[in-house]
């Protein structure tokens, strides 16, 4: 299976919340973001989110 390698780093919004962040080319980034609000075990554990490289992120609250 080939594939392309993303690398994450660490980091925080405002709110103090960690999440992952990493460049997927020039013009986008993958934030992938934990589940805090999971209730049930069938809910999602993580988001992931493709969001453009330019401007502040806006993480869903």
């Known amino acids: 299976m080939e594939g392309t390698q993303i690398r994450l780093r660490k980091q925080k ?4 919340k960690e999440y992952l962040v ?6 986008t ?3 992938v ?3 805090d609000r999971k209730s049930k075990p ?3 554990d ?7 490289t330019a401007g502040p992120v ?3 609250s």
């Open 13 to 16: 919004n405002a709110d103090g």
């Open 22 to 27: 990493g460049a997927m080319s020039k013009m």
């Open 29 to 31: 980034r993958l934030i």
């Open 33 to 35: 973001v934990v589940n």
């Open 42 to 44: 069938e809910d999602p």
């Open 46 to 52: 993580a988001y992931a989110y493709i969001v453009p």
């Open 58 to 60: 806006r993480l869903p």
